[in-house]
DNA sequence: TTTCTTATACCGTCCAGACGGTACAGTTTC
DNA sequence: GAAACTGTACCGTCTGGACGGTATAAGAAA
């Protein structure tokens, strides 16, 4: 990879300066100077700021597939390789986990590009159901992933400590789950 | 309360466009449009879109420690309460919430305003770390809620059902951790 | 083999419009 | 009569985007 296509390093720039600087300072300029690419070369590759936006929800959308599929895979389980990927990615540089910071920088900067966001979230939601004993099973690890994007979306130091307490935290959110076969001994909801 | 002051005025309506519409939309005429003020009153009363934002953050810590007193003196307990509010302020039009969402879609369009939500947050935990037992427990609380706030502030529908599994939820989280009272028999008060 | 054509991948300049902010004179409200 | 505005006019800067030009390489035509 000594050297990827301009098209890549410019949506690259456009990710990390969205993830680091924030909305507020992402102009056609930055990123094409970020790139080493004239802003008239950065627009012959995406004609238009929303061009740009609309490459980088692409992206999201494909590495959360693949993510997906990795997790479906994990021989630690859903929850936990979920859980992992929330907690590590503060710090390690997964494309995806970029991919994902300059997308919530994008999606609150600017609401009505919430729906591919949505989407995803709404596909991790599903894996999850497909993996848990119960609703609030799924529903409280995802609300704990969030949070952990949150965080690192908001800039807070990693919570790397949280590593080492990963079986803990998936045992206590599944503490209360009904065993395998049925569902929610009280309320279901359709 | 039938007329706020302009001043107020202003500033709420600076909180509803960054809180519906998002940072990208906020602009002087915007502000002074939806407060019913001319541009000249609405620099008379804020000398700058910097005052604006200062103006937000200093509401927002004032709301976030009134609030914080509000959860230490609450009958079902810190923990419940500040789940409580984390869902139901996704719907309820408290100005806290208001205030809350404001200010994430501002700090998170320029990182550079994050420290007065960093000690808000920080002040949060540290409360709920006197009233839970051990650091876990407050750990998951604050995730949890970082998580709702993180999907209010996407967009996303209100998890209202969550309401009614508040004391499943505490219980699960707290589940694990070293019994030095009893937690999940009923509510404990300090 | 030289020339012409076409496609791709850029560069650099220019411009209209938006935005933040200033200035200030006039008007209403307390 | 002061404080709290309104309204208008204006300025400098930045930004997105349009546009025309350039370099290069690969084929097709002569």
Do not use: W
């Amino acid at each position: 990879m000594a050297k990827p296509s301009a098209r890549e390093r410019i949506l690259g720039s456009y990710e990390v300066i969205l993830a680091d600087r924030g909305p507020a300072e992402i102009t056609l300029d930055a990123v094409a100077a970020h790139a080493g690419v004239s802003k008239g070369g950065l627009l012959y590759h995406f004609g238009s700021k929303d061009a740009l936006r609309d490459g980088l929800l692409e992206r999201l959308e494909r590495l959360t597939d693949d993510d997906l599929e990795r997790a479906r895979t994990a021989p630690e389980g859903v929850v936990r390789y979920y859980l992992r990927s929330a907690i590590t990615d503060v710090t390690s540089d997964l494309a995806l986990h970029r991919t994902t910071m300059a997308a919530i920088r994008l999606v609150l900067n600017d609401p009505t590009a919430a729906e591919v966001s949505r989407r995803c979230t709404e596909r991790t939601r599903e894996l999850m159901l497909e993996h848990v004993e119960d609703r609030l099973t799924a529903e409280l690890v995802m609300l704990v992933g969030e949070g952990l994007y949150m965080r690192a979306a908001l800039g807070e130091e990693a919570t790397e400590s949280l590593l080492a307490q990963i079986d803990e935290i998936a045992d206590r959110i599944e503490a209360g789950a009904p065993a395998k076969a049925t569902i929610a001994a009280g309320h279901r909801k359709n």
